[in-house]
């Protein structure tokens, strides 16, 4: 099914749709995508840094203050938010 979207140009779902019109839902649901990030640590990190924008801006050092998250898993956060995207 994938090829058959490549071969006609269609894009190609990462994720799975998320139906929820609740603005709060939609934020855990980007800040979940993040590695190592389940739902709960996910109402921890925007708990913490309110807006998405705050999370992704944050360093290693503040994102590891938050509850359940490591050194790795703060490494591999700030990874994913500041690597340019390359096509």
Do not use: C
């Not at 894009?11 to 800040?31: T, Y």
């Not at 640590?41 to 490591?70: C, P, W, Y």
């Amino acid at each position: 099914a994938e090829r058959e979207q490549e071969d006609e140009d269609r894009s190609v779902d990462v994720r799975s749709v998320d139906g929820s019109k609740d603005p709060q839902e939609r934020l855990l649901f980007v800040a979940a995508g993040l590695p190592g990030v389940n739902t709960k640590l996910a109402e921890r990190l925007m708990e913490e840094f309110e807006t998405l924008e705050h999370l992704f801006s944050a360093n290693e050092a503040d994102i590891k203050e938050v509850e359940g998250i490591g050194e790795g898993k703060a490494e591999k956060i700030r990874t994913v938010v500041s690597r340019k995207y390359n096509k």
